[in-house]
């Protein structure tokens, strides 16, 4: 076992020890490779480095009370990134290779994997990118798909607590037909700008509208976007965000604890009837959202700074048990990794 400080870890990058790699040459994949190199060697001309080839994946993997290692619905991140692939004209990854890379990862690292109750897991980073040479606009004819993992800790330091978020609207995020609904780089780029603006402002992040209309949530920032109201749990629906499946999986749970659910549009002014409202990835699981300043309009939209909603609690403290292995796993979203 590795000597971190397991209880205080960042959420950032901590060298491991060892990478896969898997290449696409000749139209087909070849034999998982290990390395213990933390750099890639790529031709310059490589279409990730000019056209934005690239699509990755975020999971984690959590050590249990039980010792056991387990993955939350890893099926669902090698759906999303074949999606992906498609989606930039990128030859796709088989779940074969996707799932044998993360689990060879997994296992190569395991003195890595934070100890169960330490707030900590293991973030897994599949990558997937062009690496044959154009200089004509065209998808290359060689890929490169890589897994790295570094133990993370809790993505907001203070914890479960609610944040504040800002609606600017100088830059839109995804276009309605763009990438914004597939997990590229090109979407993160593009987001930069807004982030800094709220960083700047002291938000925790940049809420954003639809880009055509101007007048529906889209994203919060990095994550998808929930309200509550009258026990009904409402996310967007909206063809420019990224399928989240921390997102997918809050719905069957707020379903089965007797929630309703609506996927739909969500104009902006709704945000005043919520009783709570928060953002939902891997990474945080919930950030529950305290108040909203709207900067264009000057509204401001104001939950409660000083502790989450009771919903958005309850269903993060659900979530968690499951991924950890202390509740039972009622909806088959668990693998646990053979060690
Ligand atoms: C990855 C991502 C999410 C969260 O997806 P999860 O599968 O829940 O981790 C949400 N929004 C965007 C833009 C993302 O890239």
Redesign the pocket.
């Known amino acids: 076992m590795s000597d971190l400080d397991w209880g205080n870890l960042p959420f950032g990058y901590i060298k491991t020890d060892y990478n896969t790699r898997c290449y696409y040459r000749n139209g087909k994949w070849g034999e998982i490779e290990v390395s213990s190199s933390e750099e890639v060697s790529i031709h310059i001309a490589a279409t990730t480095l000019h056209y934005g080839q690239e699509a990755f994946e ?1 999971m984690k993997a959590f050590k249990g009370k039980d010792n056991k290692v387990r993955l939350f619905r890893w099926e ?2 090698a759906k ?1 990134m074949r999606n992906s692939a498609k989606g930039v004209m990128m030859a796709e990854v088989p779940d074969e290779i996707f799932i044998a890379s993360v689990e060879k990862a997994i296992k190569l690292n395991e003195r890595f994997i934070p100890p169960y109750g330490s707030g900590a897991s293991l973030y897994i980073r599949p990558l997937l990118i062009g690496t044959g040479a154009r200089v004509g606009v065209k998808p290359a004819d060689e890929y490169l798909f890589m897994i790295f993992v570094t133990p993370v800790g809790p993505y907001f330091k203070e914890g479960f607590k609610p944040v504040k978020m800002m609606i600017e609207r100088k830059f839109d995020r995804a276009a309605p037909l763009g990438t914004g609904n597939i ?1 590229v780089g090109g ?2 780029a593009a987001s930069l700008n807004s982030l800094d603006i709220a960083h700047e402002k002291g938000y925790a992040s940049a809420l954003f509208l639809d880009a055509k209309e101007k007048k529906y949530i889209d ?1 919060a920032g ?3 976007f929930f309200g509550i109201k009258n026990n009904t749990y409402v996310t967007p629906h909206s063809d420019s ?2 399928p ?4 997918m999986s809050l719905v069957t749970m707020a379903e089965d604890m007797g929630m309703k659910v609506e996927r739909r549009r969500i104009p902006v002014e709704e945000l005043s009837t919520f009783e709570e409202a928060g953002g ?4 945080a699981v919930i950030s529950p959202i305290g108040q909203i300043d709207d900067l264009g309009t000057g509204e401001s939209y104001v939950y409660d700074m000083e502790k989450a909603g009771e919903v958005s609690t309850k269903l993060y403290h659900r979530l968690q048990a499951i991924q950890a292995g202390d509740e039972e796993d009622k909806f088959n979203w668990i693998k646990v990794v053979e060690l």
């Open positions: 975020g669902e991140n999303r997990k979407n993160y994203e990095p994550a998808n965000i990224l989240s499946i921390t997102n939902c990835g891997t990474a």
